[in-house]
T-cell receptor, first 118, second 113 residues
Framework: DTGVSQDPRHKITKRGQNVTFRCDPISEHNRLYWYRQTLGQGPEFLTYFQNEAQLEKSRLLSDRFSAERPKGSFSTLEIQRTEQGDSAMYLC????????????????FGPGTRLTVL | QQQVKQSPQSLIVQKGGISIINCAYENTAFDYFPWYQQFPGKGPALLIAIRPDVSEKKEGRFTISFNKSAKQFSLHIMDSQPGDSATYFCAASMRNRDDKIIFGKGTRLHILP
């Protein structure tokens, strides 16, 4: 399968625990995005990487959240001291950003990690 | 503030009918308007997209109509089928910047068999 993969697919944790999610983008995609989707809402942007550089973080991303993309390939999203309000689907997407020509730079989404904080 | 407003929240259409979902945006810097389809337990998948320099784009049974002056765009699904039952999101992004996608709140579409 050459699509975006995310692990785990489901995570149940107790309030106060730390959790880490992994995203493997499509090979050679240089941009990687994290979004959060709560029930009945559209996905909301959290952060994105250009290769290994984190270029933007949403104000939704509190200090308890940290994301990395150490070698410009896979990425991890860690939530420390989870709260019930963190319960959501965490989506990862990747794209190939070309800097010349007229391209769509389409983002391909993974299946998401559903987090439930008890 | 909500940058992309989508309506209706839910929609029921008879098989073979036309499904219409509407969206409005505020930021004139947006230059790419995709529609995503999402099935339960799956991530969103790109359905069709349009740039603001065209007023309509058609791909099979799916058509986007775009009104730049009104800052509105809509998705039309012709000959709607039960397999089209899903949640649809309109969205907007700035291709010359970060490409981050701003999504609407979604429309749950149900096609009656």
């Amino acid at each position: 399968d050459t699509g975006v993969s995310q692990d785990p697919r489901h995570k149940i944790t107790k309030r106060g625990q730390n959790v880490t999610f992994r995203c493997d983008p499509i090979s050679e995609h240089n941009r990687l995005y994290w979004y959060r989707q709560t029930l009945g809402q559209g996905p909301e942007f959290l952060t994105y990487f250009q290769n290994e550089a984190q270029l933007e973080k949403s104000r939704l991303l509190s200090d308890r959240f940290s994301a990395e993309r150490p070698k410009g390939s896979f990425s991890t999203l860690e939530i420390q001291r989870t709260e019930q309000g963190d319960s959501a689907m965490y989506l990862c997407a990747s794209s190939l950003r070309r800097f010349s020509g007229r391209t769509n730079n389409e983002q391909f989404f993974g299946p998401g990690t559903r987090l439930t904080v008890l | 503030q909500q940058q992309v407003k989508q309506s209706p929240q839910s929609l029921i259409v008879q098989k073979g009918g036309i499904s219409i979902i509407n969206c409005a945006y505020e930021n004139t810097a947006f230059d790419y308007f995709p529609w995503y389809q999402q099935f339960p337990g799956k991530g969103p998948a790109l359905l069709i997209a349009i740039r603001p320099d065209v007023s309509e784009k058609k791909e099979g049974r799916f058509t986007i109509s775009f009104n730049k002056s009104a800052k509105q765009f809509s998705l039309h699904i012709m000959d709607s089928q039960p397999g089209d039952s899903a949640t649809y999101f309109c969205a907007a992004s700035m291709r010359n910047r970060d490409d981050k996608i701003i999504f609407g709140k979604g429309t749950r579409l149900h096609i009656l068999p």
